[in-house]
């Protein structure tokens, strides 16, 4: 004999570590059909019965909403497994009986493990699992999933579970208008034999109430489509819009008034973590003492990094010099001083600030503040059309695109990680601030501080405005952001270990992808700003106006002359494609200085009279938003897996760049700026 | 009786500590936001306020934290979470201060080393952190010591930093 059993949970109830108990160990790991969510599959023999174990993706509840709760709920509408292992935190019962009401509801054959029955204990709960089993009309088995404790007997219920083949269950009731419409409109359901004998009807009344997706495709195709519809429509009238959060409620009620007090005793003692998460999630101090760690991870990630920056740089400015010294080819000297050393040391000083910040996250995601940060800015982001895990990436944003394009793999729906992506690279790096101080203290003069203040501002403002602007009018993204359902972890204190492999894990994608993609770049320049090598280097001076640079620079200049830009300002933008902070070096290599000699670069461009001070915050404004740098770009692709999202991301920057920097100089020009 | 006397001289050395940081922070921020719209020179004040929008900012948060607490004396025991989120931000803002000061004392060294000037020991006192050791807030970290010290011993007092007892 064999049985299939299906373990399902929320996040963080110890399902892997049942799922290991059960199996050994043991499991064969691929992904759900069509999906990048990874399925885990094992065995277990136990009394000469075979049960094969089927790991389903954590979930908090059985809605549409995100492709974990889908595939959940497909997996045991469809493939109708023998039991459901439902595993519970006994230390949180109201949040996890959720789950199983909708298990309920679904007709599954369940089976409860009351996993964490230790710290339930050490909290002070006592929970009459008798009586819990008997308002559920479910087996129920205390485990330990830690100390390999319930097991044997866990199993043994299983099996039991199955030969009874599931057993009449309780009904849920959400009170009289609510029965009422659901039996009808289950009653309608009921004579479609094709939807009837594959799915429960009254699961099908109860989500086509709360307008499910998926259920109303199904109902399309139904033969009683229309009476359901009328049905619907009347329904709304009665039961009000939003019938979904009132399902929710109802049966968060259900579990807090008809469940709770017959089955938990005592009452949890004050802990430190209920002490933190006081200030941590104030109302009033959430957002401040957010924002306060933030700067001090902003100012970690920076500040404290750019010693080691710099002896990236300082090692491999001596070894190009070397190389030019003991080389005596002129072109195999300049390929490998500049090009070689001179591009792998400009990708390497990004390695310490991003490894920092990696650190910096990693040690507030393992403490448990990470997830109460996205939690106190779920409902500012919400109304700005992003997802409470949005605001993260976006402040990491203002030190380096590239790890913040790679912090959205945190949301979990796709369209709200995906539409995150886009708006990313709006927010100013790092990188874009010396370009800001340059042009500022060139030409704004006593207003260049305002001028630069006023990039990170606009930053902001086109960022928040074009995701709103692309929710509104992309279908993809259409609708709401999801909600913000997630786990607030007990506090703990990181150990050094798992910190430093979570930092070396994301820190090593930039290393590998990024990290050639900024090299090539860099190669790609010295190339275009050398040749043709004779017309370049003639009789010992570099004349850059004679390399394919400057034709390209020029072949660009007639696009830009409306934005007041010349041959010089295009090259130095297309400098900037590659990496932003290239754009001051090409200045300065037209101007022959070093990078380092910023206040002789700016009397150089004001006396050259490049830009004027309008011009010159056109060219601020076009630096901040026009493309992402090449290394953001690889990453969006990596991230999104679609050329399409990249593409797209490049083409609206673009245009969005040109119109802003258009505005400000016809505005300022209609003003009276020249 | 003990408890309640020694819980409420923890709560005026919070509230003594969250003043002294407002009034810093404030400054900083006025100065920064003053600094913003004129010439971008060196402001400062009495030599070791920096202007300094953000770091302002965050002051005025481990502040505001600390001075939340004041609830403590009214039997709200869920506000000792305040002292010590203020203590852990204080912390934080110590040491990355410290960290600052420690990354431009490196980098000093590593321009000395590459023949890029004289050797100094400008770098502690002037730098990336503003004043460099002399910022307040590196003192204000070394003055929430011994709250941290008198705070952690209450609460084991109390019994709330252990599996126990139900306050």
């Known amino acids: 004999m064999e049985i299939k059993v299906a373990l399902i949970g929320n996040p963080n109830v110890g399902k892997s570590q049942i799922f290991n108990n059960l199996t050994g160990g043991r499991a064969h790991v691929g992904n759900w059909p069509g999906k990048t969510v990874e399925k885990k599959e094992g065995k277990c023999l136990h009394r000469g019965i075979e049960m094969h174990i089927i790991d389903l993706p954590g979930t908090y509840s059985l809605t549409a909403h995100s492709i974990d709760e889908l595939i959940a709920r497909n997996f045991i509408v469809e493939e109708k497994p023998d039991v459901v292992i439902d595993i519970i935190d006994a230390s949180n019962l109201e949040r996890n009986l959720y789950l199983t009401l909708q298990l309920l509801e679904l007709e599954a054959n369940i089976v409860i493990a009351l996993n964490k029955w230790d710290i339930a204990k050490s909290l002070g709960y006592e929970i009459d699992v008798k009586e819990l089993s008997k308002l559920l009309g479910v087996p129920i088995i205390p485990t330990i999933a830690t100390e390999n404790v319930g097991m044997e007997e866990l199993k043994e219920a299983v099996i039991e579970a199955a030969k009874a083949k599931g057993g009449r269950k309780p009904t849920i009731s959400y009170g009289k208008p609510f029965d009422e419409i659901i039996s009808k409109i289950a009653s309608i359901l009921q004579k479609d034999e094709n939807l009837s004998s594959k799915y429960p009807v009254r699961w099908l009344a109860i989500k086509l109430l709360e307008s499910d997706e998926e259920v109303l495709k199904l109902v399309e195709r139904s033969p009683c489509k229309e009476e359901v519809m009328h049905q619907l429509s009347e329904v709304k009238e009665v039961l009000g819009e939003d019938v979904e959060t009132a399902l929710a409620e109802k049966r968060y009620s259900i579990i807090g008034e008809a469940i709770l007090p017959k089955v938990l005793r005592g009452a949890k003692p004050l802990t430190l973590t209920d002490l933190l998460d006081k200030a941590f999630l104030s109302k009033h101090l959430g957002i401040p003492i957010f924002l306060a760690l933030w700067w001090a991870l902003f100012r970690f990630t920076f500040d404290v990094s750019t010693p080691f920056s710099d002896l990236i740089r300082i090692v491999f400015s001596k070894l190009g010099m070397m190389a030019s010294m003991y080389i005596s080819d002129p072109r195999l000297a300049s390929f490998i001083a500049d090009g070689i050393f001179g591009g792998l040391g400009g990708v390497l000083v990004f390695l310490p600030p991003i490894f920092f910040l990696f650190l910096g996250l990693a040690l507030l995601e393992d403490s448990g503040y990470l997830a109460r940060a996205a939690f106190v800015m779920d409902r500012a982001m919400y109304k700005l059309g992003l997802h409470g895990r949005s605001f993260i990436p976006m402040l990491i944003g203002f030190g380096c695109n590239v790890p913040a394009v790679m912090a959205t793999r945190t949301i979990d729906k796709e369209e709200d990680r995906i539409l995150t992506i886009l708006v990313n690279p709006l927010m100013s790096c790092s990188a874009r601030l010396p370009i800001y101080i340059l042009i500022g203290s060139a030409v704004l003069g006593g207003y260049a501080a305002a001028g630069v203040y006023s990039m990170y501002i606009l930053g902001i403002v086109l960022a928040v405005s074009m995701a709103l602007l692309f929710r509104k009018t992309i279908p993809y993204f259409k609708g709401k952001p999801s909600w913000l359902i997630l786990e607030l972890p007990m506090y703990a204190i990181p150990t050094i270990k798992s910190t430093l492999i979570h930092m070396w894990e994301r820190g090593r994608l930039f290393l590998r992808k990024a990290g050639t993609i900024i090299f090539l770049g860099i190669i790609a320049v010295w190339f275009l700003s050398n040749y043709p090598w004779e017309a370049v280097h003639e009789e010992g001076e570099v004349i850059l106006e004679n390399s394919y640079l400057a034709m390209l620079g020029k072949h660009i200049e007639p696009f830009l002359s409306p934005l007041g830009f010349n041959w010089m300002a295009a090259a130095a933008l297309f400098f900037g494609f590659i990496a932003k902070e290239i754009v001051v070096g090409a200045f300065a290599t037209f101007f022959g200085l070093e990078e380092e000699a910023g206040g002789e670069l700016s009397e150089a461009l004001r006396t050259a009279g490049i830009f004027t001070p309008l011009t010159g915050l056109a060219f601020m404004a076009f630096s901040l938003i026009y493309i992402p740098c090449i290394a953001t770009i690889g990453t969006i692709y990596r991230e999104t897996g679609s050329w399409k999202w990249t593409i797209f991301t490049v083409i609206y920057e673009l245009i969005l760049a040109y119109a802003v920097a258009f505005i400000i100089v016809t505005f300022g020009r209609l003003i009276g700026y020249a | ?167």
Not at chain 2, 18 to 38: D, N, P, R, W
Not at chain 2, 66 to 87: D, F, H, M, N, Q
Not at chain 2, 133 to 162: C, K, V
Request: net charge negative.
């Open chain 2, 1 to 167: 009786m003990k408890q309640r006397v020694e819980s409420r001289w923890i709560v005026i050395y919070a509230m003594i500590l969250g003043i002294a940081y407002v009034i810093l922070g404030a400054t900083e921020f006025t100065l920064g936001i003053y600094s913003l719209f004129s010439p971008m020179d060196n402001i400062n004040f009495v030599g070791v306020i920096s202007a300094d929008i953000f770091g302002g900012f965050a002051a005025i948060v481990i502040g505001a934290t600390y001075l939340s607490a004041t609830s403590i004396l009214r039997g709200k025991y869920e506000s000792w979470g305040y002292i010590l989120v203020g203590l852990f931000l204080s912390i934080v803002y110590g040491a990355i201060y410290l960290l600052i000061v420690c990354a431009d004392g490196l980098e000093a060294l590593l321009a000395y080393w590459g023949g890029e000037g004289e050797w100094t020991w400008e770098w502690l006192t002037s730098g990336t952190a503003g004043p460099g050791l002399l910022r307040p807030e590196i003192w204000l970290f070394l003055a929430s010591l011994p709250l941290a010290y008198l705070t952690l011993g209450a609460l084991r007092q109390l019994n709330i930093l252990g599996k126990g007892k139900t306050l």
